[in-house]
C-alpha cells in the first residue's frame, strides 16, 4: 500500500476540560495533543481492517499501555499490598511481634503522608519485610487516565460517525468503485468529485479527456477499467444529497 489515508478528529471543551486534536493514518499512526498533554504511538500491525475501526475496540488499559507508562507509585494500593503481605508474614512467624508492629505504623504514615514528604524510598528504608519493593503498585499517570476517561471516548464517537456515514456510502456506491474509494483520502475524495462534477453537467467536451484522466488517476483505474464506470452512478453516490430524478434531465448521457 503506497498511499496514504490520513484523518484529524478534534473534540472541545466539556466544563472548561478536555479538549483534544488527534491525527492519525491508515498505516497505524496516532498523534493526540490537548488538555492531558500529547499522546501518540505507531502500529505496525493492527490487521486489514479500517485503523479507525481497530482503535475504537481498544480497550483503556491495552491504550494506555501504547501511550504511556505505569510510572506513578499508587499509594492507596500500594498501602492494601503492605499490609496484606505484614499479616502474612507474621502468620508465617518471618516477623516478630515487634518487627511487625513496627512495619505497621511506618505503613500507616506512608498512607496519611505525601510523597514529599514521606516518600516510598523512605518506607522502604524503614521496613523490615524482605523484597517489600515488589509490593509497591505503579499506575498511570492522572494525565493519561484523565484523557482515557474524558476525552477518548469522544474521539472514538467522532471515528465512529464518520465510519457509519462512509457505510451508507460505500452501500450506495457501485460495485466496480467500492475498493479503489475506500483509500481515499478526504482530500482526494473531494478532487474526484469536482472532476466527476464536471463530467456531470459538462455541456461541452473539450475537457473531457482530461476530467476522465483525473478520475482514473485518482481511482488508480485503467482506460479500460473506466469503460465500465457510469458517471451519473458515481456522482450520486459521491454526492448522496443529490435527487437523481431532479438533475438526471440536466445531466444526460454525458459521456458521449
Known sequence: MNDVTCWRYSVPNVDYDGWAVAHLDNRGFLAVIGDYGEFGHLWHNFGDEDFRVFLSRLGPDYLMGKLGERSELNRKDTVHE???????DRQAGSLDREQAREDWEAVAAFEIE?????????????????????????????????????????????????????????????????????????????????????????????????LWGVVGTLLHMTPLELENIDIRELADALNP????????????????
Open 241 to 256: 444529497e443529490w435527487h437523481a430524478d431532479a438533475v438526471t434531465e440536466l445531466g444526460g448521457d454525458l459521456r458521449g
Open 114 to 210: 505525601s510523597d514529599a514528604t514521606y516518600s516510598a524510598e523512605d518506607l522502604l528504608d524503614e521496613l523490615h519485610m524482605e523484597d517489600a519493593g515488589e509490593l509497591f503498585v505503579m499506575d498511570y499517570p492522572p494525565r493519561l487516565k484523565g484523557f482515557m476517561e474524558r476525552t477518548w471516548p469522544r474521539l472514538v464517537a467522532e471515528m465512529q460517525k464518520d465510519l457509519a456515514r462512509e457505510a451508507e456510502e460505500a452501500k450506495r456506491m457501485p460495485e466496480a468503485l467500492r475498493e479503489p474509494m475506500r483509500h481515499l483520502s478526504p482530500t482526494a475524495k473531494e478532487a474526484l468529485n469536482t472532476a466527476v462534477k464536471a463530467l456531470y453537467f459538462a455541456d461541452s467536451s473539450d475537457y473531457y479527456s482530461a
Open 82 to 88: 503492605l499490609r496484606r503481605e505484614i499479616c502474612q
